[in-house]
């Protein structure tokens, strides 16, 4: 059974309504929560592209990510869950792993199951919760993994984005 039906949610993937980039988060993370989802990324064998501005390099260590100096090219780590869905990795806090996901490849009950696979993944790797935000409206989740309910659940009300 699904997490969530796309007729429950889909005001959440309404590009007018939620912008086109969501934010995604798993809040209260450490370096080693980071380098427990580069090790996700690999032992799923995910397809993956890791880059320091234009140069793509092999991935490493997130301490070594993490530790960068500010002035350094953003890293970004790119993830493809399926060949056409892709999460987009930023290494800006070690204290909260981050990523961009896009809605327009996340149309439909199919791209919303495997938009809650990829975030159960995440969060029974990590054993905390995985929250998707609109993009600009950070820390109000509309949807997420719970830890608990080892589920993703809805988390804003449908009724206030119609």
Request: aromatic letters at 8%; one cysteine or more; proline letters at 7%.
């Amino acid at each position: 059974m699904a997490d969530l039906l796309w007729d429950d949610v889909k005001c959440f993937f309404d590009l007018d309504l939620m912008g086109s980039l969501p934010d995604v988060r798993v809040p209260n993370a450490s370096t080693e929560d980071w380098q427990a989802v580069l090790d996700l990324v690999a032992q799923k064998g995910w397809q993956y592209r890791y880059s320091e501005g234009a140069t793509v390099l092999p991935v490493p260590r997130a301490e070594a990510v993490l530790s960068r100096p500010t002035d350094a090219e953003c890293p970004e780590l790119r993830v493809w869950p399926t060949a056409d869905v892709l999460a987009i990795f930023r290494f800006l806090a070690d204290d909260e792993v981050d990523f961009d996901l896009d809605l327009r490849e996340l149309q439909g009950q199919d791209r919303l199951d495997v938009l809650c696979a990829f975030l159960r993944e995440i969060g029974r790797r990590l054993g905390k919760p995985v929250l998707m935000d609109p993009e600009g409206e950070y820390g109000r989740p509309v949807l997420g993994f719970d830890v608990e309910a080892d589920r993703v659940v809805l988390l804003g009300d449908p009724q206030t984005r119609s």
